[in-house]
Structures are given as C-alpha cells and as structure tokens.
C-alpha cells in the first residue's frame, strides 16, 4: 500500500528560537498586565465581537493585533464565545494557526461605564486575505494559489485531528504575513467536536461559504462543513470572484443547487431526512456543471474543487486527502512561503474603508460642480474592482494598487511529510471530555444579542 503524498510543510522558525520565545511568553501570567503597555497605532479589523488595533509594545517595540472583547451587551458575564476561542488557542499550537501571546485588561473608568475592557494579544499578521484580493493587485499565481492553500489544509488538518471545528473559515479569517505564512484566525464560532454524538447550532459559518447541509437545519455534523469552505476559497482565487455570493439563505441554496446540482437519493441519499428539506425543497431540477463552468480551471485544480463542492457531506473529502490530491503534486509545486511577494499591510477593514471614502467623494452631492465635458483627473479614472461597496453586483471604486515583488522559481525541495502534524497525535480534546464544562455556571443559558441576522456574508455571528 503506498504511503500517503502529502506536500512538505512550510519552514519555520527553529525549535531553539520557538522554546525560548514560548518561555517568556509562558512566564506572563495571562490577566496580569495593562493594556496600557501597549500604543495602538491603527484598527485593522471590525465585527460582532468588537475592534482589532494594529498596537505597539512599549517595553520591547513588538508589534502586535489587540483584539477588544466586546462586553456592551454581556449581562451573564465574559462571553462565551471568547471564553471558547481562548482555551482552544491556548491548546492549539501549529505555525498555520494564529498565535495568541496573553490577555490584557483595562481599568474600569467613567468613559467605559465602569466597565474596564478585555483585550485578547495576538501576533500581528500584516495582510488577510480578502483584504489582498480586495486592494486591486493582479491576481495571484497559480504557485501562489498552491502555497497558501495547502498552508490552509495544514493548519485546518491540524484542527480536526484535535478534535476541533473552525465553522468560520472564509478570506478575512485567513491571516498573511509578508513571510508568506498563512494562519487560520478567529476561533469565536470554533468548538471542540465528537462525530458519534454532536447536536450543535447550523446558525455558523459566513453565508457565502456555509455548505448546503447546514442550510437545510442539519445539527449533527463534522469536520466536512469546513472542508466546503475550503472549496468555496479554492474555486474564488482561481475564478477571480465568489462562487456562491448569496443574498439570503434562500437565494444561497439556489446557487448551490444550480452550480452543484439538485439533492437526489444519488447524489445524496439523506438530504431529504433534514430539518428544513421540505420547507428550502428545491423547485427546479439542476444538473452538476462545476467542470462546465470551471472549465478553464487546470485540470488537477478542478478536480480538487469538485471533490471539495460534493453535495452529501459524507462523500467531501477530509484535510488530509486533500493535501494528497494530484493538485499539489503537479508543477508549478507550492514555493518556500518565504519566496512570495510581499505586499503592503491590505486588511479588509481598511479596504471597505476605503471604498466608504471613495463612495463619498464620487457622490455628486458632495463634490463641487465641474465641467461634464471635461476629463477627469487621472486619480479619479474609474478601475475594476473585485468586490462591490453594499450589495452584490453594484459598480467598485478604484483602490491604491500595490506593486507586489516578483515571484522567484519554484524549485523547492520536496521532503518527507507525515500524516499528523506536529502536535496532532494525540487529540487536545477526546471525544469523551467537553473543555467547555464548569467554564461559566451562566453559559448554558446565555444568549448571543448579536444573532439575529446572518445575512452579510462578512458578519457571521457567533454561537
């Protein structure tokens, strides 16, 4: 039996340098310190759970991501969803998944209500990866494409061997430095996992990149919710755009459905026994047409797309037989990250702002009256642009286009890689222990006051 082709994993630092700087990290007691000791120098991210500032260390002149907690309106304590994300980053150790370095608190004041504020310290990551996308470079490479996603295959294999679900992979949670590394970031919709007996929420993942079985009300899932994500990224970097860019949750199974074909006792034998199968029943019969439409694909990629995009979950490919797929075993090979382009900071908090300024100022009730037959400026031309401001569909504004570095030769030496990585082999979180139990005696009956709408596909709440 041959032994499974899985690509090289990424270089990184050497093991010395990680004990030494996993030492003093370990000898900040987590709570101890002010975030006073840190100068915030810009905010890079936005959402249900609160702000990201880009912030400097006044000790040392480390920069960092500080991640504020939102308590607003918390009534049963720290949320749980915070609670989550830090006890499974603090277990989860891998160089494809975001590190995050101690918690810091603020003192409580008349400005924040006599509420002092909680901040979560992570490394700074310079790009996401929407926010790449979004900044108007030329697209990526295909060696490129390759690398970052069997970076992201790594860090989720990694996931689920532990026992634990992401739920909310997409773009802006795919966190890029300009070593070419990619980590997976925000855990707040993450949770461990046990297949044999789970009955979890179907209210996670972004709208764009949430599979059809959690649209259908399913509770009992597995690590196959995020391999469908993993084929809704895939496809978009090697269309150029989003493959399934729904408008509701309705609208989202029609694209679906039209793309991937209509749930039969075939294709998916159980699709009928779900929750919301006879309310969300498809009206028309659609065919599978993902190697039609994606025919200009290379040929390894497509068919790595069509085995992510399977409608019946338990027929979707896992991490691992992805990382083995023909698709990084043909050249262009995926490069050494540290080969990449580099790029300036591109977060997709800063792009959307942009983009909100650029709206601004094209509104003709907010701009002086000019000749209309006269040209316009050459920094007012119009450019193309990937993602539209507000809904699907309407017309971008031009962004400042960065120049990326060129991209060096992919001879890149290819190394034994084995099946569980790193610190994969024994699962953090057994199937029989809940890491959650006896966190917050509230926890079981608190309730998110941020879930009640899902339909930005960039605002996914937390549950």
Not at 46 to 75: F, P, S, W
Not at 433 to 450: C, G, L, S, V
């Amino acid at each position: 039996m041959m032994a499974s082709r899985v690509p090289p994993s990424n270089g990184s630092a050497p093991p010395e340098e990680k004990k030494v700087a996993s030492a003093k990290e370990k000898s900040i007691q987590w709570g101890s310190r002010s975030v006073d000791i840190f100068e915030k120098i810009d905010q890079i991210g936005e959402g249900t759970y609160g702000q990201v500032y880009q912030a400097r260390n006044k000790i040392n002149g480390e920069i960092v991501a500080l991640k504020k907690v939102r308590m607003d309106n918390e009534k049963e304590g720290f949320p749980i969803t915070a609670i989550r994300e830090i006890k499974i980053l603090k277990e989860l150790d891998h160089e494809n998944i975001v590190k995050l370095k101690e918690i810091v608190t603020s003192k409580a004041t008349d400005y924040n209500r006599g509420k002092g504020s909680i901040y979560m310290v992570f490394e700074y990551m310079d790009h996401d990866l929407t926010g790449l996308m979004d900044s108007g470079l030329k697209w990526f490479s295909q060696a490129q494409i390759k690398c970052y996603m069997k970076q992201l295959l790594e860090g989720l294999h990694y996931c689920h061997k532990n026992n634990v679900l992401h739920r909310d992979i997409k773009g802006s949670n795919l966190l890029i430095n300009n070593k070419g590394q990619l980590k997976l970031a925000d855990f707040g919709l993450a949770r461990p996992f046990n297949e044999q007996a789970s009955n979890y929420t179907n209210r996670v993942i972004t709208l764009w990149y949430r599979p059809p079985e959690l649209l259908l009300g399913a509770v009992n899932y597995g690590p196959a919710i995020d391999m469908w994500s993993v084929g809704c990224i895939l496809a978009e970097l090697l269309a150029k755009k989003p493959i399934f860019p729904g408008r509701s949750e309705i609208d989202q199974l029609e694209l679906t459905y039209k793309l991937c074909g209509t749930p039969n006792e075939e294709n998916w034998p159980n699709a009928a026994k779900l929750a919301w199968w006879e309310t969300f029943k498809p009206q028309k019969v659609y065919k599978r047409r993902i190697r039609e439409a994606f025919k200009d694909f290379p040929p390894e990629a497509l068919d790595l797309v069509d085995r992510l995009l399977t409608l019946d979950p338990s027929k979707r490919i896992s991490a691992s037989e992805a990382l083995d797929s023909d698709y990084f075993w043909t050249e262009p090979f995926p490069p050494d990250p540290s080969t990449l382009p580099k790029y300036p900071p591109s977060h997709e908090f800063q792009a959307k702002k942009r983009r909100q300024q650029g709206s601004s100022q094209q509104d003709p009730t907010k701009r002086p009256r000019v000749d209309p037959q006269a040209p316009l400026p050459p920094q007012q031309q119009q450019q193309p642009h990937r993602y539209p401001p507000g809904q699907p569909g309407q017309p971008g504004q031009p962004v400042p286009v960065p120049v990326p570095v060129p991209l060096p030769g992919n001879n890149v030496p290819r190394k034994p890689y084995p099946q569980v990585l790193n610190n994969a082999q024994k699962p953090k979180f057994p199937p029989q222990q809940n890491p959650h139990n006896n966190i917050n005696p509230h926890a079981q009956n608190m309730q998110n006051p941020h879930a009640q709408n899902l339909q930005n596909p960039h605002n996914a709440q937390h549950f």
